[in-house]
């Protein structure tokens, strides 16, 4: 099993749509959880950075931790086209960062 | 499968040394290469792209004098820091990209240095 799980997709939403990423890890150390957006040809573009269980909302993005069920989520609100890109979620445990497969999303105008 | 690691997970080394980081696709032939440079809590900042055999591209401001990468090999690809100084002291990741892929990279799990 792989320390971290995420659905690699492609998912493909109308614009305006709630979009909802998750990931799924196995290591209780994790501490600190992350969302990146990564356009093609560039590098991942940090998001959200949260350390405890509970909700973090930035604009149209909601990160979600449960460490219970150790499962982390990325809400996207009224999904624009320029959303289309990868996401990716990451965690750590101090300096030792696992990284999901990533999720290819598509915003259709 | 599509596992990718990195040695080692942390070093640290003198100012004025060289230090090479190893990454490796496991289980995979890894045709392309990226390497990453982190700050805390910030975005991974893309270093170079390596596709094997060849010479790696280098993103603009990156010196490719100082930030050797050689991609010998479909699983292996080395990052050499030479004359490190303090402020090359970072949070370098590398991903891979397998034969036929376009977008997913797998990516390792970081190499802390430290530069004194």
């Known amino acids: 099993q792989k320390e971290v799980e995420q659905d690699p997709g492609p998912l493909s939403v109308p614009e305006g749509a709630i979009v909802s990423l998750n990931c799924t890890y196995s290591n209780s150390a994790f501490q600190y959880f992350m969302w990146y957006r990564q356009y093609s040809r560039k590098g991942p573009e940090l998001l959200m950075y949260t350390y405890s269980s509970g909700n973090k909302e930035d604009g149209r993005f909601t990160a979600q931790v449960d460490k219970s069920s150790k499962y982390i989520s990325l809400f996207i609100r009224d999904s624009q086209p320029s959303d289309s890109a990868t996401y990716l979620c990451?965690?750590?445990?101090?300096?030792?960062?696992?990284f999901g497969a990533g999720t290819r999303l598509t915003v259709k105008p | 499968g599509a596992v990718v690691s990195q040695h080692p997970s942390r070093v640290i080394c003198k100012s004025g040394t060289s230090v090479k980081i190893e990454c490796r696709s496991l289980d995979f032939q890894a045709t392309t290469m990226f390497w990453y440079r982190q700050f805390p809590k910030q975005s991974l900042m893309l270093m170079a792209t390596s596709n094997e055999g060849s010479k790696a591209t280098y993103e603009q401001g990156v010196e490719k004098d100082k930030f050797l990468i050689n991609h010998a090999s479909l699983t292996l690809s080395t990052l050499t820091v030479t004359s490190a100084h303090p402020e090359d002291s970072s949070f370098y990741i590398c991903?891979?990209?397998?034969?036929?892929?376009?977008?997913?990279?797998?990516f390792g799990p970081g190499t802390r240095l430290t530069v004194l």
């Open positions: 990451a965690m750590s445990a101090w300096d030792d960062m696992r």
């Open positions: 991903s891979a990209r397998g034969a036929g892929e376009v977008d997913t990279q797998y």
